[in-house]
């Protein structure tokens, strides 16, 4: 049976990603609210809507991926949104990174349109939107995930079913809270090194070696010596999930100490007009209070 896909947000991360799909051989349909974030996508062969309620009239998937969680409840339930005129029994996949009871949230009002949804987060920023290469973190039912699993695949390689819906975003909420802590970490090391005297990147190269290497210490270790931030995620968007994070970890009165300080750590990079720079950036804040 053809599948005839939906995809609404082809941004940074997502015109790589659709354009991955249609390399699948899939047909796509698809909005922006910009139309010159559209063109790459029509210039392949979609076909372009008007709204995302036009993609939902055509499609028997329909991907998003948006800034927040306010823009993935616009995009479903608003005026021109999908649940207007998507078909019983089409699903909605959401790969924005957003809140997870929120997500429950969609889920189950979806549910009562008739309306499937997985939640499908990712990691691995553009360079794996671009390769599809993407680890795609999902959410909700077993039957639906098997149902859309050959599109993830085009994608990603990392492809894991976490449990029910908002269990996705509850993984891409680990994630963040790893990497963020991570690049803190090496933040502080190559400060520490800079601080005694110690060549940095002579000290990141010694510790690539040994159980402190990791990938953040390779890339970003690499960017903070170079002092490049170009964006490979901003810190506005590392900065607004880390919010999710700690405004979900408030609901439950969990502890996360390490991660509040990052999260204001990211905060100050907002305050100084940083929003747009990479979130290993997050070396300036450090450096800035050692006196660096």
């Known amino acids: 049976m053809t599948i005839n896909i939906g995809f609404i947000g082809p941004g940074i991360m997502g015109r790589p990603m659709a354009l991955n799909?249609?390399?699948?051989?899939?047909?796509?349909?698809?909005?922006?609210?910009?139309?010159?974030?559209?063109?790459?996508?029509?210039?392949?062969?979609?076909?372009?809507?008007?709204?995302?309620?036009?993609?939902?009239?055509?499609?028997?998937?329909?991907?998003?991926?948006?800034?927040?969680?306010?823009?993935?409840?616009?995009?479903?339930?608003?005026?021109?949104?999908?649940?207007?005129?998507?078909?019983?029994?089409?699903?909605?996949?959401?790969?924005?990174?957003?809140?997870?009871?929120?997500?429950?949230?969609?889920?189950?009002?979806?549910e009562k349109l008739g309306l499937e949804m997985l939640d499908a987060p990712v990691s691995g920023g553009e360079t794996g939107a671009i390769n599809a290469t993407l680890s795609i973190m999902v959410g909700g039912k077993t039957k639906v995930f098997e149902r859309v699993k050959p599109l993830f695949e085009c994608m990603g390689k990392n492809i894991v079913h976490i449990g029910e819906n908002g269990a996705g975003q509850v993984a891409k909420a680990c994630n963040q809270i790893v990497v963020a802590v991570t690049i803190e970490a090496v933040a502080e090391a190559l400060t520490f090194a800079r601080k005694n005297g110690a060549d940095p990147a002579k000290v990141r190269d010694a510790l690539m070696g040994g159980f402190a290497g990791s990938k953040i210490m390779e890339v970003h270790g690499k960017r903070m010596l170079d002092n490049d931030f170009k964006p490979g995620f901003k810190v506005g968007l590392h900065q607004k999930d880390m919010r999710i994070v700690m405004e979900t970890a408030h609901q439950l009165g969990l502890a996360l100490p390490a991660a509040a300080m990052v999260t204001q750590h990211l905060n100050a990079l907002m305050g100084t007009g940083d929003a747009n720079l990479d979130s290993a950036a997050i070396v300036k804040v450090i450096a800035r209070m050692s006196g660096i």
Not at 26 to 34: C, E, S, T, V
Not at 40 to 49: D, F, K, R
């Open 21 to 110: 799909l249609m390399k699948g051989g899939y047909k796509l349909w698809a909005y922006a609210r910009r139309p010159e974030t559209l063109q790459p996508l029509t210039v392949a062969g979609a076909t372009g809507c008007a709204s995302a309620s036009e993609v939902a009239k055509h499609a028997d998937v329909i991907f998003t991926i948006v800034s927040d969680t306010p823009d993935v409840e616009a995009v479903i339930f608003g005026e021109q949104g999908i649940a207007k005129h998507a078909r019983p029994g089409s699903v909605i996949v959401d790969m924005s990174t957003i809140s997870p009871t929120a997500t429950k949230a969609f889920s189950e009002r979806l």
